[in-house]
């Protein structure tokens, strides 16, 4: 438990070096803006299969820059799955803080990361982390990013894990005057999604 | 949608990737999309690769509120330690409702009827005729004539 304290204590004392060593860049004047710009995503579904089983799941997030460097957000989450005699639910809320730094198109960004959730199979419990990533926006409307993410349980003889993870978001503008308007015959859409969990100790 | 129980597993790898351009008009879209998810626990792999093309086609009314019926055909492999291999191909449809939250996201509700067509041997998928599904799920768009940023 006192390794555990220590690694993580090290793991965000090296976040906070790389997000104050990055923030002397960030002060120069920057003509992208972000302040109230927010990332966004929604999924959810629901699956019936008459006589054996159904499983419902949601969970979104939605991740706001408060000011040019500081970017906070929600991501709740809930699900349930049915059987011919059980019912089993789950739900969590994760809150997130992520510092960004950096100039025009491309954003490096260091975070934490704490969540609280419930199942059916391991009761109550947390979650802390941290992360690291960067983002390249493509317009004021989507952006790529990648981050590697650590998450450890708080219960005691939990496994840490690391993961990297590269999105396309979709991001809602600071202003909200946009006239929104059906695509153009040269509209695409996209989704990417990757990620990888490492070998665990 | 991923859901990663990554305190159990030695190492787990997921990748989504999809792309649909609308073919020259506003109301005709088709679309690729690419699902593998593969793991190893404690030297034990598993996992899954699923190929999907669709076609969809709207009825471009409104951003508020935009009707869609879509077709698409789906071949999944899936790899499993117990039971070996299994394609467990099916084929569906969709009808649904698409509202623009902002030129570049729009958030898709719809109905999935899903018919699975089984030519693997073993158990994998089995008693599974069809299914219906609910899905709701913002998806990002890349108008060409984006704006500056």
Same mark, same amino acid.
């Given at each position: 438990?006192?390794?555990?304290?220590? /690694?993580?204590?090290?793991? !965000?004392?090296?976040?906070?070096?790389?997000?104050?060593?990055?923030? *002397?860049?960030?002060?120069?004047? &920057?003509?992208?803006?972000?302040?109230?710009?927010?990332?966004?995503?929604? &999924?959810?579904?629901?699956?019936?299969?008459?006589?054996?089983?159904?499983?419902?799941?949601?969970?979104?997030?939605?991740?706001?820059?408060?000011?040019?460097?500081?970017?906070?957000?929600?991501?709740?989450?809930?699900?349930?799955?049915?059987?011919?005699?059980?019912?089993?639910?789950?739900?969590?809320?994760?809150?997130?803080?992520?510092?960004?730094?950096?100039?025009?198109? !491309?954003?490096?960004?260091?975070?934490?990361?704490?969540?609280?959730?419930?199942?059916?199979?391991?009761?109550?419990?947390?979650?802390?982390?941290?992360?690291?990533?960067?983002?390249?926006?493509?317009?004021?409307?989507?952006?790529?990013?990648?981050?590697?993410?650590?998450?450890?349980?708080?219960?005691?003889?939990?496994?840490?894990?690391?993961?990297?993870?590269?999105? #396309?978001?979709?991001?809602?503008?600071?202003?909200?005057?946009?006239?929104?308007?059906?695509?153009?015959?040269?509209?695409?859409?996209? /989704?990417?999604?990757?990620?990888?969990?490492?070998?665990?100790? | 949608?991923?859901?990663?129980?990554?305190?159990?597993?030695?190492?787990?790898?997921?990748?989504? #990737?999809?792309?649909?351009?609308?073919?020259?008009?506003?109301?005709?879209?088709?679309?690729?999309?690419?699902?593998?998810?593969?793991?190893?626990?404690?030297?034990?792999?598993?996992?899954?690769?699923?190929?999907?093309?669709?076609?969809?086609?709207?009825?471009?009314?409104?951003?508020?509120?935009?009707?869609?019926?879509?077709?698409?055909?789906?071949?999944?492999?899936? /790899?499993?330690?117990?039971?070996?291999?299994?394609?467990?191909?099916?084929?569906?449809?969709?009808?649904?409702?698409?509202?623009?939250?902002?030129?570049?996201?729009?958030? &898709?509700?719809?109905?999935?009827?899903?018919?699975?067509?089984?030519?693997?041997?073993?158990? *994998?998928?089995?008693?599974?005729?069809? &299914?219906?599904?609910?899905?709701?799920?913002?998806?990002?768009?890349? /108008?060409?004539?984006?704006?500056?940023?």
């Amino acid at each position: 438990m006192v390794a555990r304290r220590r /690694r993580f204590a090290l793991l !965000l004392a090296a976040l906070l070096s790389v997000a104050c060593a990055c923030s *002397a860049s960030a002060q120069r004047e &920057d003509s992208t803006s972000l302040t109230g710009a927010a990332r966004m995503s929604l &999924d959810g579904g629901a699956i019936l299969q008459p006589g054996t089983s159904h499983r419902a799941s949601i969970g979104g997030e939605y991740m706001r820059f408060v000011s040019e460097h500081w970017q906070l957000g929600l991501a709740p989450s809930v699900g349930a799955s049915t059987s011919m005699v059980s019912i089993y639910g789950r739900s969590s809320l994760a809150g997130i803080a992520n510092y960004v730094t950096g100039t025009g198109n !491309l954003r490096w960004y260091a975070g934490g990361y704490a969540s609280a959730a419930e199942n059916a199979q391991q009761g109550q419990f947390g979650v802390v982390g941290a992360q690291v990533g960067a983002l390249y926006l493509l317009s004021p409307l989507a952006a790529f990013r990648g981050e590697l993410t650590w998450r450890t349980p708080t219960r005691a003889g939990s496994v840490a894990s690391w993961q990297f993870i590269a999105f #396309l978001d979709p991001y809602l503008p600071a202003t909200g005057s946009e006239r929104v308007s059906l695509p153009s015959d040269a509209a695409v859409e996209s /989704r990417a999604t990757c990620m990888g969990t490492p070998a665990v100790p | 949608m991923y859901g990663y129980a990554s305190s159990a597993v030695s190492y787990e790898q997921g990748a989504d #990737l999809r792309i649909a351009p609308f073919i020259g008009v506003r109301w005709a879209q088709v679309g690729l999309e690419l699902t593998s998810i593969n793991s190893n626990f404690s030297g034990v792999k598993s996992g899954s690769n699923e190929i999907v093309g669709f076609t969809r086609l709207y009825a471009p009314v409104s951003a508020r509120a935009e009707p869609f019926l879509e077709v698409f055909g789906t071949t999944p492999t899936v /790899r499993q330690p117990t039971t070996g291999g299994s394609k467990l191909s099916n084929f569906g449809g969709s009808a649904g409702l698409r509202h623009y939250v902002t030129n570049g996201s729009a958030i &898709d509700v719809g109905t999935t009827w899903r018919w699975y067509a089984r030519t693997g041997v073993d158990n *994998a998928g089995s008693g599974r005729a069809h &299914d219906v599904s609910l899905q709701v799920r913002l998806v990002t768009q890349i /108008r060409y004539l984006a704006g500056p940023l």
